[in-house]
């Protein structure tokens, strides 16, 4: 299988920067997605990273190490509206499957 | 560009019943996804299509769940009896290339539940 791990749930404070972690297994990975959900919506797209290194995009950026098998999505300058849960997804050689971790619940707080 | 299509929104079953569900992709997008999303879970791939040939299908309960796309474009998904673990929202997703780096996009979702 392709596991992916990820914290279940974060908190932080509106202002300050949060660092959400995600490793997955490298065997046939073909590149790493960031998708922000909101309660009752779908998921919406992120980033993408399939070369080691950041990329920044606004106040979101995405890291990764693909001899690592980790990569890491940071929110800065938190917004209220920021809180949602936070999928990373890997996708894979064999017919470019995508695969889902549980997601990270942030809570962003005053 | 129109999204991804999904009908219905919301659908209320009794278990043992049968359900369907619709999915319209983006238009030009090969690759199709099913996915079924459980409260408090990320979602988890149940079947994906290239055109209309099925990719991987590994995780679909394929004692009651099934799935064709006609023609490569629309796509369904049938639970046939239901239980009440299936209980679950229902995504499509859609994106122009099965490998590689094709950004998916989400339909809103079909949320099923299972009485």
């Known amino acids: 299988g392709q596991n992916i791990d990820q914290p279940t749930e974060m908190t932080a404070t509106e202002g300050a920067i949060v660092q959400i972690n995600c490793t997955y297994q490298t065997s046939g990975f073909n590149g790493l997605f960031w998708y922000q959900q909101h309660a009752g919506e779908a998921p919406t797209f992120l980033s993408y990273?399939?070369?080691?290194g950041l990329e920044e995009k606004g106040r979101f950026s995405s890291f990764l190490s693909r001899s690592k098998g980790y990569s890491y999505l940071l929110l800065k300058e938190l917004q209220m509206k920021d809180s949602a849960s936070y999928l990373c997804a890997s996708i894979y050689n064999q017919g470019g499957k995508l695969i889902f971790g549980q997601g990270t619940e942030l809570s962003v707080k005053p | 560009e129109a999204g991804v299509a999904q009908s219905p929104r919301y659908k209320i079953i009794e278990k043992r019943q049968s359900v369907a569900f619709w999915c319209n992709p983006i238009?030009?997008?090969?690759?199709l996804y099913w996915y079924q999303q459980i409260l408090g879970q990320g979602p988890k791939l149940l079947i994906q299509?290239?055109?209309?040939?099925?990719?991987?299908d590994s995780q679909l309960p394929k004692d009651r769940f099934s799935a064709e796309r006609l023609k490569g474009v629309d796509s369904t998904l049938k639970i046939q009896p239901a239980k009440l673990e299936d209980s679950a929202v229902y995504l499509c997703?859609?994106?122009?290339?099965?490998?590689?780096?094709?950004?998916?996009?989400f339909g809103q979702g079909t949320r099923l539940t299972v009485v």
């Open positions: 997703a859609s994106s122009l290339v099965g490998e590689g780096a094709a950004e998916a996009f």
């Open positions: 299509f290239q055109n209309n040939g099925v990719v991987d």
């Open positions: 990273n399939v070369l080691d």
């Open positions: 238009s030009g997008h090969a690759t």
